[in-house]
C-alpha cells in the first residue's frame, strides 16, 4: 500500500460534544496534503489524535505503514509533530536548542553538532543561529520549532497550524521551508484556515466540517466549485454593482478592467479571491440544491458523506 496515512471513520467526542464524526481520510506518499477547516472544526484534535497523544473514540488509522492503535510506538517514531506553541527553550540560542534536542534523540558530539548546522542553514536561521531565542520573530521561533521536530528525518511530518499568527513574509519564508520537505521527499499533513496557504502548498485538500471531511480534491478542482478570482465594482455603502472574472494575471486584470469601463461603471473597485467561506457556502449550496429533490429537511445529512468535487 503506497499511502502515508490512511484514516477511517475516526470519531471523537469530548464530553457530549462530539468534535470528529467518522473522519476518513487518505494521504498519499511524498504529498502535501492540507486539511481546512475553521476554528474549532477538530483539525488539532485530529493531529493529535494521528501522533498518538490523543485516544479516538473509534475508527483506525496507518501511518507510514504502522497501526495507530496496535504499534503507537512504531507511529511515533515515522512522524514529527509541530504545533502551534513553540517548544523551544528562551534562555537557550537556536544552536543550543538544536543540540539539546539531538542529544534527547540520541546524537552524540560531532554527530549532534552536525546534525544541527543543518538544519540552521536549511532553516534559514544562520544569522541568528548564536541570538538567544528570545529576541527571535515569530516567524523565525516557529522555523526553528519545525527544525526541532526534524531532527530525526521522519517520513511523516504533522503541521498543525504553522502559519497562524504570522506576518506575510514570515508566511512565505515558511511555506518555501515545507515545500523543500515535500522535495526531500517527506509526507505532510498540514492543518489550515486560509484557503489561500492550502493553494499554494497542497497537492490535495480535504475540507473538516462538522467533525467530517465534505470536500476533498486538488486546489485546482476545489476553486473551480467556487469560481474564480473577481474583480468587483462596489458603490458607496458596499453594494457590488458589477463583478467580472479574472485569471490571477497582470493582462487579466487589464482585461477585467477595461470591461469595467467598457460598462461606464464607477465605484470602488476590488480584487476578491475565493475564501474557505466562499467554499463552504458553494459547498452547502450545493449539497442542499441536491437534497431537497431527495432527502428534504436533512441538511445535517446532506454534508454526511464527502463529496469529491467534480473536475
Ligand atoms: N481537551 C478538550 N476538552 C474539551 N473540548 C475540547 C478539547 N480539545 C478540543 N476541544 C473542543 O473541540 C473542538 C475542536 O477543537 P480543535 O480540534 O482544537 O479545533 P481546530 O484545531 O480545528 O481549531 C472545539 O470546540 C474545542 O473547544
Ligand atoms: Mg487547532
Known sequence: MDDAIDVRGIR???????VLAGVDLTVSRGSVHALLGSNGAGKTTLVTILATLLRPDAGTATIAGADLADD?????????LTGQSAAVDEVLTAEENLRMMACLRGLRGRAARQRSRELI??????DAADRRVKTYSGGMRRRLDLALSLVVAVPVVFLDEPT??????????????IRSLRQDGATVLLTTQYLEEADELADMVSILRDGRVVAEGSPAELKRTVGEDVVEVRDAVGTVLHSEPTDGTSAGLRRALD?????GLSGEVVVRRPSL?????ALTSHTQSHDTTENPGDQAGSLASAERIPS
Do not use: C, N, Y
Open 259 to 263: 470591461a469595467i469601463d467598457a460598462h
Open 72 to 80: 503507537p510506538l512504531a507511529v511515533r517514531r515515522r512522524i514529527a
Open 164 to 177: 497562524t499568527g504570522l506576518d506575510p513574509r514570515s508566511r512565505r519564508e515558511l511555506w518555501d521551508v
Open 121 to 126: 542553514e536549511r532553516f534559514g536561521l544562520a
Open 277 to 281: 467561506d466562499d467554499v463552504f457556502f
Open 12 to 18: 471523537k467526542s469530548f464530553g457530549q460534544v462530539q
